[in-house]
């Protein structure tokens, strides 16, 4: 079966471009896709950062904190005899000192 020219050229054609389509398509692809990969590993390292600084900023302050009760005189009172112990606090029998 013998093509017209016509045919032979539209098939040449649509055969390039589909050669090109699938090259274009790989390329853009993998390349996409690496992108996509590093934008998303940056986003999530910006958000580690961004835990890890409230973290910091959270203990420092507990660290503060405990260091100023610490200093309070009151805190460091070595007579704790009336202080509630709940370590062995009973239910029936709970009474809660200062």
Do not use: P
Request: glycine share 2%; proline share 0%; with cysteine.
């Amino acid at each position: 079966m013998k093509l017209k020219l016509k045919h032979k050229i539209l098939l040449l054609y649509i055969s390039a471009s589909l050669c090109i389509l699938i090259i274009l398509g790989s390329i853009l692809s993998s390349a996409l896709q690496n992108i996509i990969i590093t934008t998303i590993s940056e986003n999530y390292r910006k958000q580690l950062e961004h835990i890890d600084f409230g973290l910091t900023v959270f203990f420092k302050n507990i660290e503060h904190d405990l260091e100023a009760i610490s200093q309070n005189e009151w805190v460091r009172s070595k007579d704790d005899e009336n202080f509630t112990n709940f370590l062995v606090a009973d239910e029936k029998n709970f009474q809660y000192n200062l």
